[in-house]
Structure formats: C-alpha cells, structure tokens
C-alpha cells in the first residue's frame, strides 16, 4: 500500500460510525424534550413576573396599603420582583439570610423606611415606631449631654492671676474683687437660661418703678427752681 492509500484509510477509520435507526430516533427525542424544557421554563418565567405585576398593581390600589412583604425566594425571582417594583415606583429593600429566608419587601415612596425600621427589620424584628421614637430622643440626649461635657471640660482658664496683679495698686480687697468679676463662666462664655430669669417680684418691680418716677419728678422740680 502506497503512502496516500495509508493516509486515506486512516482517515476513513477516524470518521464516526453512522447511527443506528434507534439511536437516530432517541437524539430526536432528546432534542425535542430539550426544547419543551426550555419552552416550559419560559412559560414559567412569565407566569411569575405576571404574577408579581398583579400582586404590585392591587397593593397600589390600596388607599391604606403602605408596605408588601415577599415571600422567600431565589435570587433570579427576587431579581424580577426587583425590576418589576422599580418600574411601578416602590422602594424595595431584601431580608434575610440567602438560600435560607431571603425575601423582598416593597414600600410606597411616601411611606419609605426609616433608618430604625431598617434595622428592626434586618435583625428578624417587628418595627416598634413608639419604641423606636423612645430610643432616637434618648440618644440626641445623650450627645447633647456628651457635647456640654466637652465644653465644660475644655473651658478656658484666666492666664493672669489679677489677685497678685493688682494688689500692690489698690489693695488686696479690691483686688480679690476684680479677679472674682475676670472669673471663667462654667459654661464658658454661655449664660444658662435659669441665670437670665428675673428673680424679682411684682413688688419690687413697682416699688423701683415708683422710685425713678420720683426721682425724674424730683429732678424736673430742682430744673425749674
């Protein structure tokens, strides 16, 4: 055998052998199946997203519906929630834990979560608005309460001691005076709202208003003698 009968032969013993009837008509099958498959996930994908599209569109038209919960579900479902929610203007956030609980819940723009109910809600927890109010004013008191502290701790001291200053000028009692009037404000330059109050009473009120009506009496009678 010449060398191109070879290599024609050993090309000839690579090709495949033809299939059998049966095996010819089990491919087809094989084919055809796949293709229902594919038909039927398709089917299924559109049967769901119509679905949610329903579900969205009656929870709009609640007066009084603020938020709807999903049930749990796969990551490709959760997609289609997602896009269809966005579409229709919701707010959309995912709970839970993946392959586990993980689900999607939509809220109305007006009703959108807070923070807290946010928080409530990724630790498993029903929202508690009252208690939520509770917890945000006691914290605002307590950075209030942390931002006085700070001020009272930095305050500015006097670099001068105006006791010794002015003591070999007019005295050590004057001078005690005058450093006690230089003394720092507890609150630094900041005058507490009890310190503004008028301690004074009705009657004493009167009785100075009497006094400088007399006095400006007095002192007009002296103007025209």
């Not at 005058?191 to 006094?211: F, G, H, P, W, Y």
Request: aromatic share 6%; glycine share 4%; net charge neutral.
């Amino acid at each position: 055998m010449d060398l191109l009968g070879s290599i024609l032969g050993s090309m000839d013993a690579s090709k495949p052998k033809p299939l059998s009837e049966k095996e010819r008509l089990m491919k087809k099958k094989q084919k055809e199946l796949a293709v229902k498959l594919e038909e039927k996930h398709r089917d299924a994908k559109l049967k769901f997203r119509t679905k949610v599209e329903t579900q969205i569109n009656d929870f709009l038209k609640q007066e009084n519906g603020q938020t709807l919960k999903f049930s749990a579900m796969d990551n490709y479902h959760r997609s289609v929630v997602h896009d269809v929610a966005e579409v229709a203007g919701l707010v959309t956030f995912s709970f839970g834990e993946e392959d586990v609980d993980r689900h999607i819940q939509v809220w109305k723009k007006e009703f959108s979560p807070c923070e807290g109910e946010l928080a409530s809600l990724r630790r498993g927890e029903e929202f508690d608005p009252v208690k939520e109010k509770l917890e945000r004013e006691e914290r605002e008191w307590r950075e209030k309460l942390e931002v006085e502290r700070s001020r009272t701790l930095n305050k500015v001291a006097p670099k001068t001691n105006y006791q010794e200053k002015y003591e070999h000028l007019i005295g050590k009692d004057s001078a005690l005076e005058a450093a006690r009037k230089t003394e720092t404000n507890a609150q630094y330059g900041m005058v507490s709202a009890e310190q503004k109050k008028d301690r004074r009473t009705v009657e004493d009120i009167q009785a100075q208003l009497r006094d400088k009506k007399r006095l400006k009496v007095d002192r007009e009678q002296e103007e025209e003698g």
